[in-house]
């Protein structure tokens, strides 16, 4: 069965670092383009951030950018996101999601469960 399975998470003060990872079982993720997501309390889910499935290609939302690093291992079937000079207003759900393109153009087929990061003094 095709899986995603996210960790990582936790309580970090502002200014701390997380690193995220996405890790696949059931399929190999070396055909997919990956993104991750956030969505916080209250607030619809935004894409933070996607590297296409070769890692030759990442994007990050505006708000990220600079502080947010995402990489893939293929051959670890698994991505993650590093995350330095963490902010109350990155607290959220982190969610992985495999999209079967291979360049970041959408259309997300699997998804995990999700890992919760909270910023707070």
């Known amino acids: 069965q095709a899986q995603l399975v996210e960790s990582g998470g936790g309580l970090v003060q502002p200014g701390g670092s997380l690193r995220l990872s996405c890790a696949a079982s059931g399929f190999n993720l070396d055909y997919y383009a990956i993104g991750w997501f956030r969505q916080a309390p209250g607030k619809g889910r935004e894409e933070v951030s996607c590297?296409?499935?070769?890692?030759?290609?990442?994007h990050y939302i505006v708000s990220v950018k600079g502080r947010f690093t995402i990489a893939r291992d293929n051959a670890k079937n698994t991505v993650w996101l590093q995350m330095n000079g963490l902010k109350p207003e990155d607290t959220a759900v982190y969610y992985c999601?495999?999209?079967?393109?291979?360049?970041?153009?959408?259309?997300?087929?699997?998804w995990g469960r999700g890992t919760q990061v909270t910023v707070s003094s």
């Open positions: 999601a495999a999209s079967v393109r291979l360049e970041c153009t959408g259309d997300y087929n699997y």
């Open positions: 590297i296409s499935s070769s890692g030759g290609s990442t």
